[in-house]
């Protein structure tokens, strides 16, 4: 059995590491989208509303406010969102290159070494 270089052990725990972020991430992006659908459902239902009471969920607490202002509050809420979605898009596919990289590295010097 081949033993394992320093370097390729490292690059290993590297790929490894790029793994978890990846998926901390995906998850990350995950609730965001959940939270996201659930602003464009609460945008949807006060269009729907004729009255000029309507409620705000607030921890344990109902909150009296006008729909525009909700409305104004839930698209403010929903546009971070989205930021926050983009940002973790691109540092997804950022690490997504660098390990796609660095696997790509591993195998071309794993068959370097078999060579040998």
Same mark, same amino acid.
């Given at each position: 059995m081949p033993k394992i270089s320093d370097d390729a052990r490292n690059q290993m725990m590297k790929l490894q590491q790029f793994q978890q972020?990846? /998926?901390? !991430?995906?998850?990350q992006k /995950?609730? !965001?989208?959940?939270q996201e659908a659930e602003i464009d459902n609460a945008l949807g239902?006060?269009?729907?509303v004729k009255s000029e009471k309507v409620?705000?969920?607030v921890g344990n607490i109902l909150i009296n406010k006008?729909?525009?202002i909700l409305k104004k509050s839930l698209n403010d809420k929903k546009e971070q969102l989205s930021l926050r979605l983009e940002s973790i898009n691109k540092q997804l596919k950022r690490i997504t290159d660098k390990a796609q990289?660095?696997?790509k590295e591993l195998m071309?010097?794993?068959q370097e070494?078999?060579?040998e």
């Open positions: 972020q990846m /998926q901390a !991430l995906s998850m /995950q609730t !965001l989208q959940v239902e006060l269009k729907k409620y705000e969920i006008k729909p525009l990289s660095l696997q071309k010097n794993s070494a078999g060579k």
